[in-house]
Structure formats: C-alpha cells, structure tokens
C-alpha cells in the first residue's frame, strides 16, 4: 500500500479511518499522486455509480455519496490544486475587502476558503456551515483561532459565501432564499455556481440556472453588485420575495429545452427577454 506519510502528516493521518487511508492509498496508487483535477472529476462519478445514485431521488443513497472518501479527497486536493487555491485568493481578498465582522461559508466542506479567510480577517468570526464535517477539516479549523464548524446559519450575517453548492440540491432557489435571509439588511452574498455536467452529482434539473440564475436571484430582491472571479454579488435589501423568483423559475424551466442547444451568449440574452 503507498505510504499516506508522503502525502500527509502523521498527525493528520491520525484523523482518517483506517478504510479511509485505505481507499486514498489507492488513489495515490493509481496516479502516482493526486489527481488531475479532470481525473479527480472521473473518480467523483465512480461511487456515485456503485452507488447506483438517482439526480431525481434524494435519498438514503445521495447522503452515503456525500459520506464517501472521495469528499475528503477533493477537500485535500482543492489545497494543493494551484488553480482553485489562485481561485480562493481572489475569494478571500473580496472577503477582506468588505471588513466584515461575521462571515458564513455556507456548505464550506473541508474548510480550506473559511481558513483563508479567517486569517485574512483576524477579527472576524467565520464559520463554515456543514452538518456532518470530517474530523480533520474539524481540527484544521481548530488551528485558526477565529474559524469553526456549525451544522447550520444561526443569527445574522454581513457576508455568506456558496461556492459550487447550489449545483448540487434540487432546491436551488429555495435554499437560496433561506440562507439569504441569514444576510443582515446590506448584507452580501457571494455565489458561484457550475449548473453544468462537470460531474454527475450536479443535478440536471438545475441546469437550467445556467442562464436564469442571475435574474431570478434579482426577482427575489437581491441586487446584482459584481462579479469575483467565477463567481457573483448580491446585495440583500430588507426583504426578499421567493415567490417572484418561483416565477422566473418555471419560465426558466420551460424556455430550458428550447434553448440548451444554442450558443450560451444567445441563450442567456434570450432568457432575459422572455423569461
């Protein structure tokens, strides 16, 4: 079995399950290291297969996927993978920008952007909202003195942060609009999406925000601000209107199959006219 110790730190490895280091031994193993992150991609599909996973049935077997091994490969790659760490500079130098007291990186994962930031803003309190987080994205945390795991948002909020998250739950809007409403007034969210098949585990059926996503957040009341990188502000005004969005949403959802084959510069333009 390749030897972990290479690649991580005794006392790290000391927090991954014995099946756990097992299964990344083989990894390593089978790419001489960590993978491409196009490998990286093929080898998230692959317990999504065994698994026999539905996109349109949310149940016991998406909630094993997200427990799977693989989630704490991609946690441990994203922070040697030189492109997604340039990506979480620019997040985090956004972040600081804002001076923020309180920050939120809502379904944060492994914890690496919420690190950045906490170290970036000494007087910040950030927390990185998971519900199940591995044991050594808990310790990592532990580390930075102003960073911690919480199962969800509690209280209010000057900045939220959802980066590649919205991609992956059949209730993209919804969930939109409940986080939001963790924003205190002028409050700012950072989102980044991927409503594309980068992987199987984005769900079709959000595809469709691809073109919409913009306009149905500014239907609900969140003011488009700028762009970071890949990613969008919102400002939140005092009040948010889900059902206005729900409105943009159906019509997304129709004009969807009509416009999937045309070129993306066209389609979004033709979504902001008839949706």
Request: charged letters at 20%; aromatic letters at 12%; hydrophobic letters at 45%.
């Amino acid at each position: 079995m390749t030897d972990l110790t290479h690649w991580l730190p005794a006392d790290d490895l000391a927090l991954i399950t014995p099946d756990e280091q097992r299964w990344l031994a083989g990894i390593f193993e089978r790419f001489g290291g960590y993978p491409s992150l196009e490998e990286l991609w093929a080898v998230m599909d692959e317990p999504w297969r065994e698994l026999n996973c539905d996109p349109e049935v949310m149940d016991a077997r998406i909630g094993t996927f997200y427990a799977h091994p693989v989630w704490l490969l991609n946690g441990l790659f994203i922070e040697q993978h030189a492109q997604s760490l340039d990506n979480r500079r620019g997040f985090t130098d956004w972040v600081a920008a804002q001076s923020p007291r309180r920050v939120a990186d809502y379904g944060g994962g492994f914890g690496g952007l919420a690190r950045m930031i906490g170290a970036a803003c000494p007087t910040a309190e950030v927390e990185v909202i998971e519900p199940h987080p591995h044991p050594l994205a808990i310790e990592r945390a532990r580390r930075s003195l102003n960073v911690r795991y919480r199962p969800a948002l509690d209280g209010e909020y000057d900045i939220l942060i959802a980066t590649d998250v919205f991609e992956h739950v059949p209730d993209p809007l919804g969930l939109a609009a409940e986080t939001a409403a963790a924003l205190k007034p002028g409050g700012r969210y950072l989102i980044a999406n991927c409503f594309y098949p980068a992987v199987l585990c984005h769900l079709p059926s959000t595809f469709h925000f691809r073109y919409s996503w913009d306009q149905a957040m500014e239907a609900m009341g969140l003011n488009f601000s700028g762009s970071v990188l890949y990613g969008q502000v919102f400002d939140k005004p005092s009040e948010l209107h889900l059902d206005a969005a729900r409105i943009v949403e159906r019509k997304s959802v129709k004009l969807w199959l009509f416009l999937k084959p045309i070129p993306s510069s066209v389609a979004k333009r033709l979504m902001r006219m008839f949706a």
